[in-house]
């Protein structure tokens, strides 16, 4: 009943969490090669196969690429960008009820130094809490 999208570093081979731990994953170049639509139509499939009737949405913002959102405590090349994540979220929470959710990693101190951070950063978490609350009145 977990997916996740978007890793880029591992401590094992995504067989082991598949496997032992039925955990689906989607790395960040995959996730990016097939884009939101394909990925949310797999997703919802196998949440669907799995009797899944609602979604808790976590959302670590180190899933996205550094240049959207650096202020983070792992940034990590070839990430995910803002509008794929985006779209992703807003497609799966319009096929199952939304029961809460989380941004995660959001730490405005790790980048101060570097230009357009920490507020590009901060504007990419505000956007995704958007696009979770999007069909809420």
Do not use: C
Not at 64 to 85: I, K, M, N, R, S
Not at 103 to 125: F, I, K, M
Request: hydrophobic residues 35%; aromatic residues 6%; without cysteine.
């Amino acid at each position: 009943r977990l997916v996740q999208v978007g890793i880029r570093v591992r401590g094992r081979d995504k067989s082991h969490w598949e496997q032992s731990l039925n955990v689906r994953q989607y790395w960040a170049k995959e996730a990016i090669r097939r884009g939101a639509r394909e990925l949310a139509d797999e997703v919802a499939a196998h949440f669907a196969k799995l009797g899944v009737d609602a979604l808790y949405v976590s959302n670590d913002i180190d899933g996205t690429d550094p240049q959207w959102a650096a202020a983070t405590g792992t940034p990590e090349e070839d990430g995910l960008d803002p509008d794929l994540v985006s779209e992703l979220m807003e497609t799966l929470s319009a096929r199952f009820p939304l029961v809460g959710g989380d941004l995660v990693e959001v730490a405005p101190p790790l980048s101060n130094d570097q230009p357009g951070q920490p507020e590009r950063t901060l504007h990419t978490a505000g956007r995704y809490l958007a696009s979770l609350l999007k069909k809420y009145p």
